[in-house]
Structures are given as structure tokens and as C-alpha cells.
């Protein structure tokens, strides 16, 4: 079989153009939100949405209402008629996807913790509620934040894994090279975000506490 190239097959080019796939499209969009004043309500709906996603992100069941649009033809295909290598690697681009958007929700939320405590300094106030839900507090925002940061951390570990599985599955199929840049990039991020704590940083912090 030729080899194909891992970027064109993770943006799913040899199918179609994927629909931007959500798991509740019906969610409380928080990134729409946090601009004016979120609520408990806008908080708990993002984070709950991803710690979905995250459990089901490579789970077929997830994706059997999917399906893709050809951008030059209009030829709809199924997620069901995709062959299992593109199927790995639909899990693959969309586990990045998440990631992205727990990326997404942390800068803004930091950037919402943030506002809310130059805000006390101020002396301002918000109101106790909107449209009936309890506005988020800056406990609130700090819980979720936390909580978020764990989501985020154990996304990183599970995602690396997933990675390695499915190189590892279709390297005859995907080129040495896709596979290693690809790997090394998302490495890069989970280091630069300081999701992951690899070996050598363990051993450095044990040294550390001796």
C-alpha cells in the first residue's frame, strides 16, 4: 500500500472536510459568555462537555452521526464508511481538537479570574445572578480552573498514547517522518503548556527534595 501523508490523513483531506464536531451542540457556549459575566451555569456546561469528549474521543459510538462533506464533489460520506485507519486518525485530529479547546477555555477563564479580582480592587461588584443562574464567583472560576487544569493534564497523557498507538498500528502506512514530526510537535505543546511531567523532570524534583 503507498504511503500516505500523516498531516493530509489527520485533516482528513483524503476523505472530505470535516464538520466541526462537538459533542452537545446544545451547550452553554462559555467562549461567547465570559466576555460579559458567566455564570456557575456557563463554567459547569464547558467542562463537563470536555470531560465527555475527552471519555469518548476515540470510541466509534461517538462519531456513528458524523458524516463529511466533500469540498470540490458535495459527496457526503458516513464516519461508519470510513476505513479503520482513518477512523484512528479521525481520533487522532480530534483529540487535538480538544485540546485546543480546553486551551481555549483555560486562557479565557484565567483571563475572567483575572478580571473579577482587578474588579474587587476596585470596589466593584457583580450581581448575584443572571436569568436566574448564580453568577460565577471568583472561587467559582478558581474551582473550575483547577479543575479544568487536572481535565487538560490527563487529556495530555492519554492523548500521547493514543498517538503512539495509532503510529504504531499504521507505520507501514504512514511515513517515519510524519509520524516522528507530528509526535514531536504535540510533545512540544504538552511541554510548553506543562501538562506532563516526564522522567527526567520527576528525577530532577526528587533530587531536589533529597
Not at 44 to 64: E, G, I, M, Q, S
Not at 116 to 127: D, S, V, W
Amino acid at each position: 500500500m503507498k504511503k500516505l501523508s500523516v498531516i493530509a490523513l489527520l485533516l482528513c483531506s483524503t476523505v472530505c472536510v470535516a464538520q466541526t464536531h462537538r459533542p452537545d451542540s446544545n451547550a452553554a457556549p462559555v467562549q461567547n459568555t465570559v466576555v460579559t459575566i458567566p455564570t456557575v451555569l456557563d463554567f459547569h456546561n464547558a467542562l463537563a462537555n470536555c470531560t465527555l469528549w475527552n471519555l469518548r474521543v476515540d470510541k466509534p459510538a461517538f462519531y456513528k452521526n458524523l458524516s463529511f462533506k466533500d469540498a470540490d464533489t458535495k459527496k457526503v460520506t458516513k464516519f461508519t464508511e470510513l476505513s479503520e485507519m482513518e477512523k484512528n486518525l479521525y481520533y487522532v485530529y480530534n483529540a487535538e481538537q480538544l485540546s485546543t479547546r480546553m486551551s481555549m477555555f483555560y486562557f479565557k477563564w484565567s483571563f475572567e479570574l483575572a478580571k473579577i479580582k482587578y474588579e474587587e480592587k476596585q470596589g466593584k461588584t457583580r450581581p448575584a445572578t443572571k436569568n436566574g443562574n448564580k453568577i460565577a464567583t471568583k472561587k467559582d472560576i478558581e474551582d473550575h480552573l483547577a479543575r479544568l487544569d487536572t481535565l487538560r493534564k490527563k487529556h495530555a497523557v492519554e492523548f500521547e498514547k493514543l498517538i503512539a498507538k495509532v503510529f504504531e498500528k499504521y507505520k507501514n502506512e504512514i511515513p517515519e517522518k510524519d509520524r516522528k514530526t507530528y509526535s514531536e510537535r504535540i510533545r512540544k505543546w504538552h511541554d510548553s503548556q506543562k501538562l506532563i511531567v516526564r522522567k527526567k523532570e520527576k528525577k530532577k524534583e526528587e533530587t531536589k527534595q533529597e
